[in-house]
Nanobody, 123 residues
Framework: QVQLVESGGGLVQAGGSLRLYCAASGRTFSLYHMGWFRQAPGKGREFVAPISWSGGSTYYTDSVKGRFTISRDNAKNTVYLQMNSLKPEDTAVYYC????????????????WGQGTQVTVSS
């Protein structure tokens, strides 16, 4: 069993930065690939970035490439999403997810989900 708790969201002006945190409970955290997703008002859930269990493989959706960085610290059971040069269109609830299959994670399938943290970017 893995429980995920996101934090770090908030209100920021366009061009600003935020760092999101996803704290995981459970000893098996390092066995899971992790991912960040987001859902804007009135829109479906969008895949943002995954990171492999070792941290050695990452991927980003085109809209955040060069601006967002995903990382993890298995010793701290934490996944991070550093978001720079934020835009109003980044406004959404951001969720982290845990899944043992990296391919499934990139398709939006995950065994565990957090409750989400709100990110609002003002213009």
């Amino acid at each position: 069993q893995v429980q995920l708790v996101e934090s770090g969201g908030g209100l920021v002006q366009a061009g600003g930065s935020l760092r999101l945190y996803c704290a995981a409970s459970g000893r098996t955290f390092s066995l899971y690939h992790m991912g960040w997703f987001r859902q804007a008002p009135g829109k479906g859930r969008e895949f943002v970035a995954p990171i492999s269990w070792s941290g050695g493989s990452t991927y980003y959706t085109d809209s955040v490439k060069g601006r967002f960085t995903i990382s993890r610290d298995n010793a701290k059971n934490t996944v991070y999403l550093q978001m720079n040069s934020l835009k109003p269109e980044d406004t959404a609830v951001y969720y982290c997810a845990a899944e043992k299959g990296l391919g499934k994670l990139r398709l939006g399938v995950a065994e565990y989900w957090g409750q989400g943290t709100q990110v609002t970017v003002s213009s």
